[in-house]
């Protein structure tokens, strides 16, 4: 049962990055593959006017509880 709850949480973090790649796509950055420099990458690059800080704070929040849970559940 547990690998099936992690699992979840996997899904649903691969989902909430690929949305995370979108709606920065829509501002024009590339965003890199893998997680490790997704938000690294796009914090970095939200001091520019293109990219507003504070929906990219809330999806960075979100991510980062989404890896929590995952962790959690991996223990």
Do not use: C
Request: aromatic share 8%; hydrophobic share 45%; glycine share 6%.
């Amino acid at each position: 049962m547990l690998e099936r709850v992690r699992n979840q949480f996997i899904g649903r973090r691969t989902r909430f990055a690929n949305s995370i790649r979108g709606y920065a796509a829509e501002y024009g950055f590339a965003a890199p593959k893998g997680l490790s420099r997704l938000l690294i990458d796009i914090q970095a690059d939200a001091k520019s006017p293109t990219l507003q800080s504070s929906w990219v704070d809330a999806l960075a929040a979100e991510l980062a509880h989404v890896e929590d849970q995952i962790a959690k559940v991996g223990k």
